[in-house]
């Protein structure tokens, strides 16, 4: 998890405010999967945050060691452990904004998720894999508006997920006026760059860059599973 | 809140909050396949231009087939000049395709014919894909050439005409090419002459692999390959024997679609069926005449016709009085009754140009009537054996009859 990981290091909080910010919305989901009701894990998440910055909760889960997912999960679990109930939580953490978060997109984004019967953990895994790659395609996608070709990420996008066949090639080539071969090269370098933000993405999240095979296929895993 | 709405690809469902509205399991797998061999190939092909290939530097993608992908590409030595250079997918054992490619060279350096580009050099690339290199032509296929300069019926058979006489030329030094297709008809021109050159002869031989369920359908599901042009002979797994009347078959195939502006069978019907739908269609469904064929497109005809410089009522009389015949004849099914040889396709196209008769007729009654007792012949000897009993119950009650009338005349009669 690079410079998030040295809390010594320059640039600590800014790093792990970054990755928090990223990555707070499967906590919200997690709170919420256990039974909180909005306004309690909104509670909890800022005063867990404002916990974290405090650098309190590191004590108990060195970063530095195994996966950010994992340390943070944990790090909440033992936060709402010693918060024991909602009274001490609001007298603590409560009306504390450690990050300007919106929990009203929080609360929409929970409710487009699937009802099923995922535990609280294996939920947050999802909400956590699913974070991941809206962060790299958010980027994906700025890159291209960046370069003025957002009109071939919109068409482009869909062979992120199904690949493509020589008639679709032809089809999408046709489509942005380009020849099928070029379709064929353009599709292959969204599909490589997107390959490589997620990478990116996750690779933040663990102590070793060797991790980040382990990592990607545990959320494929999870991903697969839960659905 | 779930949302009724599956992947296509994996089948799973689709939630509302998947990133971009595509299906999350699918993105990470593609994040998980990095060391995918489908994926580091495609890489390295794509990504490969001005990397040298032998003594080929490859400048620009140009094309790209069910087998494989095609590249400008410049040799410098011995002389310096530019050539297409095809890349033919993984999954096929390199070793094979290039000692069959060996085996054919000798024969193919005899090839000299200003419609034929030449294959001169082959071999297998660092990653062990085999590669074949061609006189670079620049031109379209013969059916989107045809159509985008408005030829006529009669400019078309000429145009034709000279393929037949191409491939002859190669018939005749022993090189069956096996794949002819419009993709591997270009039409270039020189000046105010369009020539067609026919491209990748002794390609396909050095790919050809035993047609099996599994060498025509990918994982996906998905046939690959040309089943349009394939003759009978070919789609059979059984056979291996092959002789130039295939070719004259799928040469048969590419004019029914220069003059109807559609294929004898429906590309989507002819894969509906799986494989074994595949060869019997193939086998032994009758393609429709093209007067009927053209007639029954409906809407889309008059843009066909068009682009004939005709209309469709004109365009399909004049195929019915004796132009189809040509066609036909070459597609034939059995290959003994399709013509000999591409050259006597070529006069029998000439002969039509000439007003001459051809030598192509439609087929007899008797013919049809032969074929369909061959195709049905259980049902027809059930049919026959009824029809049989019955005559034979009616021939003996009617003999019974007569001999009781008799023998009651005798009695009461006298």
Known sequence: ?227 | MVVERRCPECNAPLYQDAPEDLCPACLMRIVAQRGGNAETNDAALVEGLGTMIGRYTLIKLIGEGGMGLVYLAEQQEPVKRRVALKIIKPGMDSKQVIARFEAERQALALLHHFSIARVFDGGTTEDGLPYFVMDYVKGLPITDYCDRHKLNVEQRLILFRQVCEAVHHAHQKGIIHRDLKPSNILVTVDGDRAIPVIIDFGVAKALSQPLTDRTLVTEQGQFIGTLEYMSPEQADPANQDIDVRSDVYALGVVLYELLTGVLPFESQELRAGGFEGVRRMIAEQEPRTPSVRLTNLGPAAAKIARARGTNVAALARRLGRELEWIPLKAMRKERARRYRSAAEFADDIQNYLNGSPLSAGPESTVYHMRKFVRKHHLSVAVVLALISGLAIGLAVTLAMYISMQRMLDTIFGQ
């Open chain 1, 1 to 227: 998890m690079l410079r998030a990981g040295e809390p010594g290091a320059t640039g600590y909080r800014e790093a792990l405010e970054a990755l928090c910010r990223a990555y707070w919305l499967p906590l919200y989901a997690y709170l919420r999967r256990r039974g909180c009701n909005c306004h309690q894990a909104e509670d909890y998440t800022q005063g867990f945050f404002a916990r974290l910055f405090e650098r309190q909760a590191l004590v108990r889960a060195d970063p530095t060691r195994g996966k950010f997912r994992s340390f943070l999960l944990a790090a909440l679990k033992n936060f709402v452990a010693d918060e024991r109930d909602y009274a001490q939580a609001s007298k603590r953490g409560g009306g504390a904004r450690a990050l300007p978060l919106d929990f009203g997109e929080a609360e929409a984004r929970y409710a487009l998720a699937p009802s099923d019967t995922l535990s609280p953990e294996e939920f947050f895994d999802r909400s956590w894999a699913l974070a991941a790659l809206q962060q790299a395609m958010a980027k994906l996608k700025a890159e291209y508006a960046e370069a003025g070709k957002e009109h071939l990420f919109e068409r482009f996008k869909g062979s992120l997920q199904v690949d493509a066949n020589v008639a679709s090639y032809r089809d999408m080539a046709a489509d942005v006026g380009m020849s099928a071969g070029a379709a064929r090269v353009a599709v292959h370098r969204l599909r490589r760059r997107f390959r490589d933000l997620v990478r990116q993405e996750i690779a933040q999240t663990v102590s070793e860059p060797a991790e980040v095979d382990e990592e990607v296929n545990y959320l494929f895993a999870v991903l697969t599973a839960s659905v």
